[in-house]
Every structure is written in structure tokens, then in C-alpha cells.
């Protein structure tokens, strides 16, 4: 069973003031999962999350990690920007871009942020635009082949864009040595959505392994290993969560087995988990609009594709509670569909669902994370509003929705712009 953090009585609350659709975030599982990702690794002396900022770039919510100790990921200069504003600089950055543009090397490192490098033709573009190496830089790996688990093929990381074969990461760590950098990181991303305790072990595994061969070939300081993302969470139903105190304990054997013996305990463990942070903790509240009955039956709802991507552009399955009706069974046969001029915007197709009535609101599971963030303009619509629970039960808005002068904001150097805001 999944569970509404919201009832249908606070949902109408808070309607009254802000209508739908709205993303809402739920500030108390948030906490709650962060102290629990801490205690996890709290056998790791260096360990740190950071926050994969553009799966909920809003920093009132990444305000609330940091209490936790969370630095951001980045992977852009706006996402930068938004890091600093909330007081993430230095070793809180970690900059794990790809295709980078070399102001934005530059952005970082003033910034002081710790530079991830996708490939190693980007140390020279470092070089030439930061001056020189900052003294502390990480790689990214790429195994290449199949990524498999107990259970089967997870992914297939070398069809994947990102990261160093072997032999490179070799030579980078060598001429990054040269060059004058003194402590170093490796990072890999190998699967996303992981709904399995087994995924960071085996990649805590591949990456110790070769951290011990890239300090006793090289003699390298390395003074992090950065799991990355990837962890997931059940969207289904039927799918059993992920068990972080499981996961920890899984990276904590590994490191024992691997690293300690190399005389490598120091070694501080780092992640850059977004979905796992926020996506369970995050709704987005829509109100049933049109009915229509056709060769389907189509339920169509006041959020679109535009507020939440996912279906649309992978088919990715989000469970819809159907506010107040909890209870019933689910005897109709629906598809939930938003407003687009494209019949892939639909959050829900043949969803068996308690029967619904105009007005009712729908609840969508799990858009904390890679949800909002997603979103985009087409059909000028707007983006929604995103809303946070607190703890007592109260609610705040934390970002307002767009308006039509957002959406015409960049003619505002044009004679037209007067005609486009007014209506
Ligand atoms: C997207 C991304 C993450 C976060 O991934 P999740 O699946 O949300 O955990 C972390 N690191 C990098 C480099 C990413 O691109």
C-alpha cells in the first residue's frame, strides 16, 4: 500500500489558498530519511551526501538537508549559483558535470568547489581555464560492458556517455599528479533507480578495487570514493524499498575487505544521491477537470506533462491516490491524461482506479525527486507551484507558479512585450 503523506481535508487547506496543481514536499519524511542516511555511513569518519541538485533544485528543501550535512552536486552553472546562494561553496560543491563548457570549470573552482571530471581531455581545458589544477580534483569511471546483480542486468554502462575507461583513468591520475594535484576522488555512476540494497556494494566493490590499484601503481592520495546516485525507490506498489541501514552496512563490508588491508581506511565515502533523498517525499496534487468517454475512458486533470515528465518521456509508472476515496475499490479502467497537444501526456494509462468524479483530487505519488525539475513550457503552460508541509502540519509556499509573464519574460527587450503581458 502506498500512502498520501496528505489527507483529502489538508489537501482542500490548502487548495483554498494555493490552487492546483502544486508539487508538495513533505518536510518531515525528508528529516527523517536524511538522519537516516547519516546513521547509515556513520562508520565512515568522511562520509558525505551530496545532493544531486537538479532533481529538486529548490533550495528551501536542500536548505533542509544541509542541516544534515549535505553538500550539492552539481552538474551546472546555474546549479552553482543556487549552491552558493544557500552557503554550499568549497568541499560542499561537488561539480560532476559532463560536456562542460570552461567557464563553468572556472565558476566552480573560484567557488572552490571539488571539480569531477567526466573525461581526460577536460584537465587541460581545467588548465587553461582555472590557471591551473586546483589541488584536489576527481574522476569519473566507466567500466564499460554490462553492469550486472544477483538478479540479473541492471544496466549497460558502456553504452552510457559519462566517465574514463580504466586505461584512461590511469593516465589522468598521472598527469593530474604531475601537474601538482595532491589528493584525489573517483566517482561512478553505473545504474539509476536501483531498487536493490545490493547495487552500492557491488559498485563500493568495482571502485575499491581499483582505488588500491590506482594508489599502489601511481602512489595517489585518494581521499574519497564517490558512489554517486542511483539508489531508488519503490514507485510501485509491489516494490519493496530500498533498506539504507542494509546499503550502508553492505559499503561498510566492502571497504573493511578491500580497503582497510591496502591501509586505505581514511578514505572518506561519498554519495550524490538525489531520487533516494526527496522523491518519495514530494506529490504532485491535481484537480479531475474533464471527463471523457470515448474508445477509452479518460479522466483529463489540471497538471500536464509540463509539471512531471516521467511517464511521458520513459512510460515510468507513478502510483495516483484518489483523494477521500482511500477506501474504494478500484473497479474503473482510466487513463489520466493532462492537456498537451500530444497523447504521450498521460500520468496514468488503463490505471484501475476508484471511480472518479469531477473535482476530486489526485494525488501522484512520488515527484520529489526528477519531477518538477523536469518540467518545461511546451503548450505554454506554466509551471506549478511547490508547496512544503512542516512537521506541525502547517504549510508554506516555497516557489510561487509561473504567471504569463514568466512564460513571455525573455521578449521583454521587444516592443511586443507590453501587448504579450496584458492579455
Ligand atoms: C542524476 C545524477 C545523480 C543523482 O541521481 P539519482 O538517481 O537521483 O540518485 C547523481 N550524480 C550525477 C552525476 C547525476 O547525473
Redesign the pocket.
Known amino acids: 500500500m502506498k500512502e498520501p503523506f496528505i489527507t483529502k481535508e489538508k489537501a482542500a487547506e490548502i487548495i483554498k489558498k494555493f490552487p492546483t496543481p502544486f508539487h508538495i514536499y513533505d518536510e518531515k519524511g525528508i528529516r527523517k530519511n536524511a538522519e537516516n542516511l547519516k546513521k547509515a555511513f556513520s562508520w565512515n569518519k568522511g562520509f558525505k551526501e551530496y545532493f544531486?541538485v537538479?532533481?529538486t533544485p529548490n533550495p528551501f528543501l536542500i536548505k533542509i538537508l544541509r542541516e544534515y550535512g549535505c553538500g550539492c552536486?552539481c552538474?551546472s552553472k546555474t546549479e552553482l549559483m543556487l549552491s552558493k546562494a544557500i552557503g554550499a561553496v568549497g568541499n560542499d560543491i561537488m561539480f560532476?558535470s559532463n560536456d562542460t563548457p570552461a567557464d563553468e570549470f572556472k565558476y566552480c573552482n573560484d567557488l572552490g568547489g571539488i571539480i569531477n571530471l567526466d573525461d581526460i581531455t577536460h584537465i587541460s581545458a581545467v588548465e587553461k581555464a582555472c590557471g591551473s589544477l586546483p589541488k584536489k580534483m576527481s574522476c569519473r569511471y566507466n567500466p564499460g560492458g554490462i553492469f550486472k546483480i544477483s538478479n540479473g542486468i541492471m544496466d549497460n554502462p558502456g553504452d552510457a556517455k559519462?566517465g574514463m575507461t580504466e586505461e584512461q583513468i590511469f593516465s589522468a591520475f598521472k598527469i593530474m599528479k604531475e601537474k601538482g594535484v595532491e589528493e584525489f576522488g573517483i566517482?561512478s555512476?553505473l545504474c539509476?533507480?536501483t531498487v536493490t540494497n545490493e547495487y552500492y556494494p557491488l559498485l563500493a566493490k568495482v571502485l575499491f578495487e581499483l582505488a588500491v590499484k590506482l594508489k599502489n601503481t601511481l602512489d595517489v592520495n585518494i581521499k574519497f570514493i564517490n558512489l554517486?546516485?542511483?539508489?531508488?525507490i519503490p514507485y510501485k506498489p509491489e516494490q519493496k524499498p530500498n533498506d539504507i541501514f542494509e546499503i550502508g552496512n553492505g559499503v561498510h563490508k566492502v571497504f573493511d575487505k578491500i580497503l582497510v588491508p591496502a591501509g586505505m581506511q581514511d578514505v572518506a565515502i561519498y554519495t550524490?544521491?538525489?531520487?533516494?533523498?526527496l522523491?518519495p517525499y514530494g506529490a504532485l496534487v491535481t484537480t479531475a477537470i474533464n471527463e471523457k468517454h470515448t474508445h477509452k475512458e479518460y479522466i483529463g486533470v489540471d497538471a500536464c506533462a509540463v509539471n512531471l515528465m516521467r511517464p511521458a518521456m520513459y512510460g515510468a509508472y507513478h502510483h495516483i491516490t484518489v483523494l477521500g476515496k482511500e477506501k474504494q475499490e478500484c473497479v474503473n479502467k482510466y487513463d489520466i491524461t493532462g492537456s498537451l497537444c500530444e497523447n504521450n501526456d498521460k500520468f496514468a494509462i488503463d490505471r484501475m482506479l476508484p471511480k472518479i468524479d469531477m473535482g476530486d483530487i489526485l494525488y501522484i505519488h512520488d515527484t520529489g525527486?526528477?519531477g518538477f525539475s523536469m518540467g518545461y513550457n511546451y503548450n505554454g503552460k506554466l509551471k506549478s507551484a511547490e508547496i512544503l508541509l512542516h512537521p506541525d502540519g502547517s504549510f508554506e509556499l516555497i516557489r510561487r507558479a509561473e504567471t504569463p509573464k514568466d512564460y513571455f519574460a525573455t521578449f521583454d527587450c521587444f516592443d511586443i512585450y507590453n501587448s504579450l503581458i496584458n492579455g
Open positions: 544531486a537538479k532533481a552536486d552538474s560532476s559519462y566517482h555512476f539509476s533507480n554517486s546516485g542511483g539508489v531508488g550524490e544521491m538525489g531520487r533516494f533523498m522523491g525527486a526528477h
